[in-house]
């Protein structure tokens, strides 16, 4: 049966995704004793096993729990479902579906703070078809069967950046706020999970993760919506949308071959997730890096680069000599002893 972990942070969010399956049994990790949720979901006919796990809050947290259910259970998809609070053109119970996260808070504190931001991305395939999910018709009626007396607005879908730190984000006035005014204009909401669980997907990247966020406030007034159950609508949110794209992926056990330029996006972009210059693997593997647009994310610098190399282009790359020196990097990495 086909395995699909969803890991949530908060119990109101773990609640929620409990929610949609009636029958599940508590699993006791055999070592550490942490505590999964298991029950099985019927989707387009087919039984889909679905694992439920808690990491609480943080993205230490959040890295250490998803390493340790994906070693525990080895599903071929992993999500992270919950809350955030939205930062620009969201309101409270859209959903954020996050294509890639910018961790905030490393950097150098000298008289100046100076940043030095890491970076994330969901797996390619499943953020694009989440974008497309988000567009169809099934999204739609889903969607507006959703509500809530307190928040009567139309759920929308965003896909874009989310940013994520250690600190919980309580004014727009705050220090913080004003530092992602400046660094990170374009996110679309904040939380404290989301860099974690990446980072622990990314030696696994024939493991297709993917970050959703229901809105669960606008940063100021906290409190005041949380009273009206704002957190427990953008729970819901997110899991009516989460299970939904799982409906609309029609997940089965039945092998569909990929070619290998395909299985290289998933890899690359999560081994390398700054690009073609990270550990200088585009110029190693015999690329040439004046041939390449890379004023792009890491994850565009890959779409193009592995279509140049498809295409006979790129320099002397080849994708056997890009396999080579990603195994030098990746020497234990199980996903490159499979190409």
Known sequence: MTTIVIQTAIPKEQKAVLDKLPNYERFEHPITGTEYMIGEYISNENKLRIVVGRTNQTNINSGIETERIIQ?????????????????????????????????????????????????????EL??????????DEWLTLANSISNPNFKNDVSVFSGTIASGEKVIADSTSSVSKFLNINGSHVLAV??????????????????????RGISDLIDGKSEV??????????????????????????????????????????????YPEGLKDQEIWIRSGGD??????????????????????????GNITFDSLIIEMKVDFPNNQSLKFL
């Open 289 to 314: 890096l004046a041939l390449i647009q890379l004023n792009t994310s890491g994850k565009s610098q890959w779409v193009n680069a592995l279509r140049k190399i498809e295409n006979g282009g790129g």
């Open 191 to 212: 939380e404290m999970e989301g860099l974690g669980f990446l980072e622990a997907c990314r030696p696994y990247p024939l493991i297709k993760s993917l970050l959703i």
């Open 226 to 271: 949380e009273e009206k159950g704002s957190h427990e609508y953008a729970s819901k949110t997110a899991t009516e949308f989460i299970f939904g794209f799982i409906d609309y992926l029609n997940i089965t056990e039945t092998f569909i071959p990929i070619s290998l330029k395909e299985k290289l996006l998933e890899i690359t972009t999560k081994l």
């Open 127 to 136: 953020d694009v078809k989440a974008i497309n999910f988000s567009n169809s």
């Open 72 to 124: 525990q259970f080895n599903p071929s998809h992993i999500f992270f479902v919950g809350i955030a609070g939205g930062r620009k053109d969201v309101k409270i119970g859209d959903v954020v579906i996050g294509s890639d996260v910018l961790g905030f808070e490393r950097g150098k504190d000298s008289v100046d703070f100076l940043p030095r931001p890491q970076f994330a991305f969901s797996s390619y």
